[in-house]
């Protein structure tokens, strides 16, 4: 198995720029998260879809970001306009429903709005 | 505030000693999963502990869950260079998404 894939790996872009990070998940997971990564707040639940429904979108911060999940093996983050502040590392990780199973990460996009 | 809270932030030592981290809360678990991040990477799952007062062992680390499932700690003998990562806790407050601690970044000198 690839694992979880993501990509860009890296995305760099100007300030008001539509940004659209990509998730494919392990097949057979029904479960897919996505989170933020930065040194002040560490890891951040944003959102998380289960069998490609959303199901808490909480953790979002606000309108400008928008997810979706069209099937089973295959999910967006869309940021729209990005700031700067948006910069950071975004993973997404996908599971069998579940948590004892545990997730699986993919290697994230780091994302650096200038 | 953290709904997990770990501890240390940051931990350096020599190559061949001793350590432990530990992650607390005042919430209960049904269970707590614990994983490694190396730079560049995303985090790696090495343990989950399901039951009160359970103790896994993986080579040289040893993990523990607390008797009122509130907390875990890492135990790591003999650290090697290799070790050196973020170490992340992470539970579910409910059903299934996975909240993690702010980690305890560990460096092994050789």
Known sequence: DAGVIQSPRHEVTEMGQEVTLRCKPIS???SLFWYRQTMMRGLELLIYFNNNVPIDDS??????????????SFSTLKIQPSE????????CASTLEGVNYGYTFGSGTRLTVV | TQLLEQSPQFLSIQEGENLTVYCNSS?????LQWYRQEPGE????????VT?????????LTFQFGDARKDSSLHITAA???DTGLYLCAGAPSNNDMRFGAGTRLTVKP
């Open chain 2, 80 to 82: 090697q260079p290799g």
């Open chain 1, 84 to 91: 700067p502040r948006d910069s950071a590392v975004y993973f």
């Open chain 2, 42 to 49: 995303g985090p790696v799952l090495l343990v989950t502990v």
């Open chain 1, 28 to 30: 057979g997971h029904n």
């Open chain 1, 59 to 72: 953790g979002m911060p606000e309108d400008r970001f928008s997810a979706k999940m069209p099937n089973a």
């Open chain 2, 52 to 60: 009160g007062g359970e103790v896994k062992k993986l080579k040289r």
């Open chain 2, 27 to 31: 919430s209960v678990f049904s269970s």
